[in-house]
């Protein structure tokens, strides 16, 4: 039942996430959703993390859903840093976000693509497999952070 509320919320969220930009009236509406997506893929990211690091114990089950969620909501937080959403509300978003948007783009494309993999080790249900892949994807994570998040 769990997995089905997460799977339902997750196609819902993606099925808005492509007209998301045109629907975000106020530039604090777009910060509002693009710090919420963040977290919650961040909270199912530190889930598959405690497995990888021997944290948590590892459940093969467990760690394909986390990780198919983190896959779905990794296209979602883009939408919210459109031109004019560097101000309106409090963010940690630096700068460079609007200023160098073709290197932030890839950022987030390298992002999208990391975690498909993720995903895919995930459904193999070997934890060696979801350790290879989540390197990566988090290494993704830091550098992006690195560039375009204030402390």
Request: with cysteine; net charge positive.
């Amino acid at each position: 039942m769990k997995a089905f509320a997460v799977w339902t919320l997750a196609a819902a969220t993606a099925t808005l996430c492509v007209p998301a930009a045109a629907q975000f009236a106020k530039a604090e509406d777009a910060i509002k959703y693009r710090q919420s997506a963040l977290f919650v893929m961040g909270q199912h990211f530190g889930r598959l993390g405690a497995m990888a690091n021997g944290k948590a114990p590892f459940d093969a089950k467990l760690a394909q859903e986390n990780a198919d969620v983190v896959a779905s909501i990794a296209r979602l937080p883009w939408a919210g840093f459109a031109p004019g959403t560097d101000k309106g509300a409090l963010t940690k978003a630096k700068p460079a976000v609007w200023a160098e948007q073709a290197r932030f783009k890839e950022h987030a494309d390298k992002l999208e693509a990391e975690t498909v993999k993720l995903a895919a080790a995930a459904k193999t249900g070997s934890l060696d497999n979801l350790k290879a892949a989540f390197g990566p994807a988090a290494q993704t994570c830091k550098a992006c952070h690195d560039d375009y998040r204030s402390k």
